[in-house]
């Protein structure tokens, strides 16, 4: 079945400074790729996605990036702000994969004053 | 437009007891699922519904029963809890496209004692 790995587990960074998640997956059918991000005690929500035939997306302070031939994707949040601290989690969709996403496992990124 | 609602927030129950959590989506999704959500485990998928009159299991179904009652509205069943059903539980839906991510729901918080 699917699989996508998600790294850091946690990571801590100064404000202002950039903050880089990276998922991997192995199936070469998988054609979305979202991120959520979830606040403590809150639901997830999606912040940015991307599709197979694009490399890169941004939102103003938030990009993806998607490199088909490794197979990973990563999140790129620039000039972090304390609001930016919560779990961030990666998705794939599956083509033909029962209409559901496979999560990472999440990422707890801490902005630090 | 409320996307998607949950109910019941919060509940307890003693081991042994039964109870329903129930979700619906007011966005003509065709797609719905449940995940739970225990501390460093991530989003995990119990069942989901592609479309309306279908039900299928996802990675940890054992202990729970759905039902798809019509397109909007998708219930998870515990017909006996027990203390390790504690978690946080999390209704999604999509439109099942395959190219779109979850709206989630806003929770619910289950404790069994």
């Known amino acids: 079945g699917e699989n996508v790995e998600q790294h850091p587990s946690t990571l801590s960074v100064q404000e202002g400074d950039s903050a880089v998640i990276k998922c991997t997956y192995s199936d070469s059918a998988s054609n979305y790729f979202p991120w959520y991000k979830q606040e403590l005690g809150k639901r997830p929500q999606l912040i940015i996605d991307?599709?197979?035939?694009?490399g890169e997306k941004k939102d103003q302070r938030i990009a993806v990036t998607l490199n088909k031939t490794a197979k990973h994707f990563s999140l790129h949040i620039t000039e972090t702000q304390p609001e930016d601290s919560a779990v961030y989690f990666c998705a794939l969709w599956r083509a033909g994969g029962g209409n559901k996403l496979t999560f990472g496992t999440g990422t707890q990124l801490k902005v630090e004053l | 437009n409320a996307g998607v609602t949950q109910t019941p927030k919060f509940q307890v129950l003693k081991t042994g007891q039964s109870m329903t959590l129930q979700c619906a989506q007011d966005?003509?999704?065709?797609?719905m699922y449940w995940y739970r959500q225990d501390p460093g485990m991530g989003l995990r998928l119990i069942y989901y519904?592609?479309?309306?009159?279908?039900?299928d299991k996802g990675e940890v179904p054992n202990g729970y029963n759905v039902s798809r009652l019509n397109k909007r509205e998708f219930s998870l069943r515990l017909e006996s809890a027990a203390p390790s059903q504690t978690s946080v539980y999390f209704c999604a839906s999509s439109t099942g496209g395959g190219n779109y991510g979850y709206t989630f729901g806003s929770g619910t918080r289950l404790t069994v004692v």
């Open positions: 966005m003509n999704h065709n797609s």
């Open positions: 519904s592609a479309s309306e009159g279908t039900t």
């Open positions: 991307i599709r197979s035939n694009v």
